[in-house]
């Protein structure tokens, strides 16, 4: 079953899904993994508390990248209530795979940057000062 799963992390990394950036967003979150140098950037367009449209871009190993590109293509067209709800649960979930704690923030530094983003702050409620969730 994991091969499956590294097929589509590997898919996801390699042609992401809603990449790009998004010419006059109503909110634009950056966010980095110092330890790893991975580094998310999102624009959101919001309408009536639903989420849109997201894009990302930025750069990173194919775990940071393919969790990006997976939680982007999750939430488009999610109320902003449903993307606060959100947890790292669900971004394992997506992954499907096992990960120990340095790929664990890899994974999770996408859905730290849509929270952030979508709160608009740097540490959402929840996070500790670490960044984890």
Known sequence: MNDLFREEILDHSR???CHGTLDNPDLTFEDANPLCG???????RVKDGVLETVRFSGHGCSISQAAASMLCEHVE?????EI???GREDVLEMLG???GPVRLKCALLALKTLKAGIYGVNQWPGEDEDGAL
């Open 77 to 81: 067209g999610r109320t902003l209530e």
């Open 97 to 99: 795979i096992e990960l």
């Open 15 to 17: 042609h992401p899904r």
């Open 38 to 44: 991975d580094r998310i950037r999102m624009d959101f």
């Open 84 to 86: 606060k709800a959100l």
